[in-house]
């Protein structure tokens, strides 16, 4: 099965909070401060994730990015260093 990632650089704090949340509806899991992964892409979630972002941003200052990958490169990611303060919100690998 595939997995989505989706990374964010969005200026605004009202429309980044916006988006944030709109991700985990979207049963999106954090995994740093603007970094989500969706552990099972189900057809349509990358669409439905763009359509989302898009209404939620600025085009001319904003930047969201969606990466579909297989599960086996997920599992093979390496995270070095602690989660946030708290953890509250992220998964981990």
Do not use: F, N
């Not at 099972?40 to 209404?55: C, H, I, S």
């Not at 939620?56 to 997920?74: A, Q």
Request: proline share 5%; glycine share 8%.
């Amino acid at each position: 099965m595939a997995v989505l990632l989706v990374a964010y650089d969005v200026s605004d704090d009202d429309k980044r909070l916006r988006l944030a949340r709109a991700l985990i509806r979207l049963g999106y899991s954090r995994i740093q401060r603007s970094v989500y992964v969706h552990p099972r892409a189900y057809r349509g979630l990358k669409r439905r994730t763009l359509e989302v972002a898009a209404r939620l941003i600025d085009p001319r200052s904003d930047r969201v990015l969606v990466i579909t990958m297989p599960e086996s490169v997920y599992e093979g990611a390496v995270t070095l260093g602690a989660p946030p303060l708290g953890g509250e919100g992220y998964a981990t690998l």
